[in-house]
């Protein structure tokens, strides 16, 4: 019988086996499921693994920080941050398909892994090697990414399908049979605290895949600015739990002519994805309240300079997905 005691227990011997007296690390990217993946890790192996934390600049307003204080404080694992925003930005130069940012992302990851290997193996491991890489990998992500039955495939998601060939880890993948709501229950089980078990889900590649067109340093602020205000007002609203996710989307190719104050403007639309799901294979667009919207809507055009328009996507998945690209 399926229980979350059962899963840990049976996972936490898997994870012995696999990794013996070897060392890990384990990417954590201030999602549950990373988080979670970590938990069960360290749980099996202890000091084997280190955390590493990569900030590709991709992050939403605050993410880094509640990573370095909330993560380590309910768990107490070893973790290294990575500034790598240079590198990840420099990558991205110039790309606008989703599918190659995608693979731009998985790659450039692997890449700092690889680097803050090297570096826990002199400075940590004491000289012996860390052949491991953990990540938390769930059912859905290797579905949709065409690993699991090779039917579907619908974008690389970062940790799967965007995986360079010439990877050096082996993979642990404690979470790859598991569904979100089973993995929050697996990090309840597991004692990690509210604010992680339930945060709605982030993807991997951040805001570079909300971002239709070039990802740019000067974008990347701006749709900041933006999803901190939707962030802020759905909270405010008591909306968290009611939603799957709430995707905050720059059209920064797209131009459309507004009036604020007394000028003319020609801004860019931002575009609102709640969504109501279970597992996030599929999706209905949520039926936020009125004003909830509208103060959001305000809020943005009102705070964010070069944004003059807020539209809100009424589409289901399928046929349309969660995220933008
Ligand atoms: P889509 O856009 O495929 O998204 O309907 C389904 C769920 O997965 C999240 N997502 C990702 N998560 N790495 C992740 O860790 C990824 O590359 C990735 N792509 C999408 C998305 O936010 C939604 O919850």
Redesign the pocket.
């Known amino acids: 019988t399926w229980t979350t005691t059962n899963v840990v227990e049976e996972q936490i011997a898997l994870i012995r086996e696999q990794v013996g007296t070897k060392r890990a690390i384990c990417g954590l ?1 201030g ?1 549950v ?1 990373s988080a979670v993946a970590a938990a069960l890790v360290q749980k099996a192996i202890g000091s084997q693994l280190t955390c590493v934390y990569v900030d590709h600049g991709l992050m939403r307003k605050g993410e880094t920080e509640q990573v370095e204080k909330d993560f380590v404080a309910a768990t107490g694992v070893k973790l290294r941050v990575v500034d790598a925003e240079k590198r990840f930005l420099d990558a991205l130069a110039g790309v606008s398909d989703p599918e190659q940012k ?1 693979k731009i992302i998985g790659r450039e990851f692997i890449r700092v892994f690889e680097q803050a290997q090297a570096e826990i193996i002199a400075e940590v491991a004491g000289g012996e090697d860390v052949a491991f890489l953990v990540q938390g990998t769930l059912y ?2 290797v579905v ?1 990414s065409g690993g699991g039955t090779g039917t579907a495939n ?2 690389s ?3 799967v399908g ?1 995986l360079p060939e010439d990877i050096e880890f082996q993979l642990v993948e404690p979470l790859r049979q598991l569904f979100k709501d089973e993995v929050r229950m697996v990090g309840q089980e597991l004692g990690l605290p509210e604010e992680i078990v339930q945060r709605q ?5 951040g805001l570079g ?1 909300r971002i239709v067109g070039e990802v740019t340093k000067e974008r990347l602020d701006l749709l900041r600015d933006a999803d901190a205000i939707a962030r802020e007002e759905l909270t405010a609203a008591g909306l968290d739990r009611d939603i799957w ?1 709430c ?1 905050v989307v720059l059209l920064a190719d797209v131009r459309s002519v507004g009036v604020q104050g007394d000028g003319r403007t020609y801004g860019h639309p931002v575009v609102l994805r709640p969504v109501s799901s279970e597992d ?1 294979m599929t999706a209905d667009w949520s039926r936020l309240p009125y004003e909830t919207l509208a103060k959001i809507s305000t809020r943005i055009t009102n705070e964010v300079a070069d944004v003059n328009r807020v539209v809100l996507d009424v589409t289901s ?1 399928p046929p349309g ?3 933008w690209e």
């Open positions: 990217s999602g499921d995608r859905p992500d949709e619908i974008k998601h970062h940790n965007g889900p982030f993807p991997g590649p895949i996710q995707p996030a998945k997905t969660i995220e």
